[in-house]
């Protein structure tokens, strides 16, 4: 697996546990937000894999769960095995996915080798192109199946959508509260622009009172909601 990231001790990307976070290179999208530039564009130096692990084999005890992020993970063709050696350890699991190879979502949760799932909601099926620059029904078709695989699986997984303002609107929110009725947990996330950014300057956070009522929609369809970075 091409590993071009490691944050050896987070307390936010796995709620509720002390991970370490690997992020992998490549992605199918070009989303003007995304705040992993390097890692879309390539220009991130690689990791040595056993570099990953023998951090692993030292903080045993101390770290509980292994974060899988990007990029996009599931593009990577070493994620099986990847994440066997780190189950192997002891390890929980979470994967982040932008959700556009649910065969491989489907795979990994059959093998019960997933603990979370955090899959990205850009926004509805609609206008998804248009945010993640990248004009292919298929992979819309693709994030639509990983949505169901994981409303219909028993492990614990969220949804999330990065408010923009430029992208959101109270139309928008409605119309994805829709699409992950039924779902475990749905979150807004806010959007912070910078020199990690693929773009700077053109987009803007969407604002806090907005970020609510988006919340207020998805509560009427999920079960749990909730806010991060406001």
Do not use: W
Request: overall charge negative; hydrophobic content about 40%.
């Amino acid at each position: 697996m091409i590993i071009c990231g490691m944050e050896k001790f987070s307390m936010v990307d796995y709620d509720g546990f002390i991970a370490c976070t690997v992020f992998t290179k490549g992605c199918n999208f070009l989303c003007p937000f995304c705040h992993n530039s390097s890692l879309v564009t390539g220009e991130a130096a690689e990791i040595p894999e056993e570099e990953v692990f023998a951090y692993l084999e030292k903080r045993k005890g101390f770290v509980d769960a292994v974060c899988i992020t990007g990029g996009e993970p599931t593009l990577q063709k070493g994620l099986k095995d990847f994440i066997l050696r780190v189950r192997a350890l002891g390890y929980k699991v979470k994967l982040d996915t932008n959700g556009t190879r649910p065969d491989v979502l489907k795979e990994l949760l059959n093998e019960g080798l997933l603990d979370y799932v955090a899959m990205d909601i850009k926004t509805d099926f609609e206008h998804y192109s248009d945010v993640i620059c990248v004009y292919d029904e298929k992979l819309v078709e693709r994030v639509k199946e990983s949505v169901e695989i994981l409303k219909a699986s028993s492990i614990d997984y969220e949804f999330r959508t990065t408010a923009i303002a430029e992208y959101h609107s109270e139309a928008n929110f409605k119309k994805i509260a829709e699409a992950v009725r039924g779902a475990k947990r749905f979150f807004v996330q806010k959007f912070k622009d910078g020199e990690s950014n693929l773009t700077q300057g053109l987009l803007h956070e969407l604002p806090e009172e907005e970020a609510r009522k988006f919340l207020a929609e998805a509560a009427k369809t999920t079960e749990k909601t909730g806010i991060r970075g406001y």
